[in-house]
């Protein structure tokens, strides 16, 4: 159990992440703009990253509520990808030097439009099958079970983010070691998980640990660059291995022209995330970490 003044702190975060996801899920045909889904999607995240830290035993039909929102973001995920796919290729089509540029990325953005229309009716199906059980139950806290414990709350806060930290940064010298796709896009999510328990538990500082925070959104923003851009890829890949088998050399060379232009962005994005997390890894973050709270360096940091 979290002593008094944590569970306090944590349950105040609730409110306001619910709050912000019942603003979004309120809106109008929030599942048809591009940009309300994106919010729904990261909102939902940030609201599983509080319940992730609370007392669940503590809080009325958690772990229904906690499966609900992963199952929200997983059937966003589709759609919210293939509207990255659409945004850069539109980008690409803007800046096309010659008409038969053009036209391949006309044809790749008619392809891409085809899946995300399919991809938007079957999250619609599956929207209307997850049917969100009554958010609002979750701050229908009675009481708090043997809520004071012998811990200052920047000791119980460091409790929470610990496991998180060694679990977001203790890989990174093997992801900078290796490029791949998948394991970056792992390791994304665990920082994502780390930023989002730090910005939860942010008023149990005693100094602003924005600077952990501001290298916490370098990294996830260059990894979700890369993630974007090897999906992108892969997908490209797809379509040539198509357009070959139908005997279509030409939009084939264009469709390898625009993998070469993605594959090198792909490469650029993952050497800047090399050369941001070399220097940081769990220890040196866990020190700044510490240090913000107001917590003593302990030995094996030291």
């Known amino acids: 159990m979290h002593p008094a003044d944590l569970a306090i702190l944590l349950h105040r975060a609730l409110e306001v992440r619910l709050a912000r996801l019942q603003e979004l899920l309120r809106t ?51 759609p919210r990808e293939l509207d990255v796919h659409a945004e850069f290729l ?6 096309a030097a010659t008409p038969a540029q053009a036209a ?13 229309a399919k991809a938007r009716r079957a999250m619609g199906k599956a929207l209307e099958r997850l049917r969100l059980p009554d958010l609002r139950r979750l701050l229908d806290v009675r009481a708090l079970q043997q809520p004071f414990q012998a811990t200052s709350l920047q000791e119980a806060a460091w409790a929470c983010l610990e496991p998180r930290v060694s679990a977001a940064l203790e890989p990174l010298p093997a992801l900078v070691a290796h490029e791949d ?60 291995g198509e357009l070959r088998a139908r005997t279509r050399p030409t939009l084939c060379a264009g469709v390898l022209d625009l993998l070469g232009t993605v594959a090198e962005a792909r ?16 220890a040196v973050l866990a020190r700044a970490l510490r240090a913000a709270l107001g917590l003593p360096l302990e030995e094996t940091l030291a």
Not at 31 to 49: K, P, Y
Not at 90 to 95: I, N, S
Not at 104 to 116: A, K, M, T
Not at 267 to 282: E, I, K, V, W
């Open 181 to 240: 796709p998948a394991a970056l896009h792992k390791g994304r999510v665990r920082l994502k998980k780390l930023r989002y328990a730090v910005e939860a538990l942010e008023s149990a500082f005693a100094e602003s640990p924005e600077a952990v925070l501001g290298d916490l959104r370098a990294l996830q923003t260059i990894l979700g660059e890369h993630h974007d851009l090897a999906a992108l890829e892969a997908l490209l890949w797809e379509v040539e």
């Open 104 to 116: 391949v990325l006309e044809h790749l953005l008619e392809g891409v439009d085809h899946r995300r």
């Open 28 to 78: 109008d045909d929030w599942a048809a703009e591009a940009e309300q889904l994106h919010q729904v999607r990261v909102s939902s995240r940030r609201l599983g990253a509080v319940l992730d830290l609370v007392d669940a035993e503590v809080y009325p039909g958690h772990k229904g509520q906690r499966r609900a929102l992963k199952d929200l973001v997983d059937i966003l995920g589709l």
């Open 267 to 282: 490469r650029a994005a993952f050497d800047r995330f090399a050369a941001l997390a070399q220097p940081l890894g769990s």
């Open 90 to 95: 539109k980008a690409r089509h803007l800046e």
